[in-house]
């Protein structure tokens, strides 16, 4: 990683660094290689909504934005899960390049891996079992980084970043690992890290820097994420999903899993969760008709950069960036 410059006091000190240009010009390709690569594997592209009267309660420590519609107490999305599990209604393979707000805690503005806005590359496929999207999120990521490491050599060189680090992610398969077994690793390490939680960003960056590849954690517990990430049949407490963690360092990529679509089931849940059910009117009324089984995940786009152009900060990665607590353009 390079040192990280002083955050920026206006937009166009930030934009007329070398280093941004750069680092957006990437972000430019690589958002480009990840609509040729799903739309040639037959997804269609939807817009996201950006405001909605419910949005993802599953961001552990970070609160939503309300938005008053009409004197109606709206959100603005904390991420498209909802609308994701929808739209496999009318298609059977979406992706949204989709906004996130998320007032994340004050401490997380020095991590280097948070902001409040962000977008994630949200991708659902119908029928699909969770090997099924951390495949397409595998090729996703190798299709990705092989096509700015052909097309965008100087960029990369301009940024410091050493091309070699790429050569195994282009590679065959990622590893895998569980949540039970990275927790052991860490606490044997001395971190800390509780056994039915969320892995914290700390320890994410501790597993991460012990990579040379990116990897999956699969099987999260049960109460570390939200209600519609579905519960092993097998393995009751334990879910059907997965994290995809960048080496070096750079911590987790993206968020995935087996979606619950069962009412019943999703009720249960949302009780578990603390979650008040009759807040979800329309996504319920949707899962009492039928919304179909699926699997999917939501890269983070800004970590994605930061990772590919080997940044520092993840805010460096976005053009007019939002660090929490920061006032900014
Ligand atoms: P989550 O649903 O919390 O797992 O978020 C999905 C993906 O979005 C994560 O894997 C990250 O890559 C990215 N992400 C989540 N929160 C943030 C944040 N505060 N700042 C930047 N990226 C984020
Ligand atoms: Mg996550």
Redesign the pocket.
């Known amino acids: 990683m390079t040192s990280t410059p002083a955050f920026p006091s206006s937009p166009d000190e930030h934009l007329l660094r070398e280093n941004t240009r750069a680092t957006l010009r990437i972000q430019s390709r690589m958002l480009a290689a990840t609509r040729a690569f799903l739309t040639g594997r037959g997804f269609q592209e939807l817009l996201p909504p950006v405001i909605g009267p419910v949005t993802?309660p599953?961001?552990?420590g970070?609160k939503q934005v309300d938005v008053d519609f009409y004197g109606h107490k709206y959100k603005l999305m904390t991420?498209a899960?909802l609308y994701k599990q929808a739209s496999l209604l009318a298609f059977d393979k979406i992706f949204y390049i989709a906004p996130?707000v998320?007032l994340?805690p004050l401490e997380?503005a020095v991590t280097h891996?948070?902001?409040?806005e962000?977008h994630?590359i949200d991708v659902e496929i119908r029928d699909a079992r969770r090997e099924d999207a951390m495949e397409v999120a595998e090729q996703l990521v190798a299709y990705v980084v092989d096509e700015v490491v052909r097309e965008l050599p100087g960029d990369l060189e301009l940024l410091g970043r050493d091309t070699d680090a790429f050569r195994e992610v282009v590679q065959g398969v990622f590893g895998r690992t569980t949540h039970k077994e990275a927790t052991a690793d860490l606490v044997a390490l001395g971190h800390p890290q509780d056994p039915g939680a969320e892995i914290d960003w700390q320890g994410e960056e501790i597993i991460s820097a012990k990579s040379s590849r990116p990897f999956f954690v699969v099987d999260y517990p049960k109460g570390s994420r939200?209600f519609y990430d579905r519960e092993d049949p097998g393995q009751p407490g334990v879910l059907r999903n997965f994290?995809?963690i960048a080496p070096e360092g750079y911590g987790?990529?993206?968020?995935g899993s087996e979606r619950e679509h069962d009412y019943a089931a999703l009720v249960t849940r949302m009780r578990e969760t603390g979650e008040n059910p009759a807040k979800y009117g329309w996504y319920l009324d949707l899962a009492r008709r039928g919304i179909p089984a699926s699997s999917g995940f939501?890269?983070?786009l800004?970590?994605?950069t930061r990772y590919v152009t080997g940044r520092t900060a993840?805010w460096e990665a976005s053009a007019y960036p939002k660090v929490?607590g920061v006032v900014s353009a």
């Open positions: 993802d599953g961001i552990r970070s991420s899960i996130n998320r994340e997380t891996r948070h902001l409040a962000f994630q939200g994290d995809l987790e990529l993206a968020s939501g890269i983070g800004e970590r994605f993840v929490p």
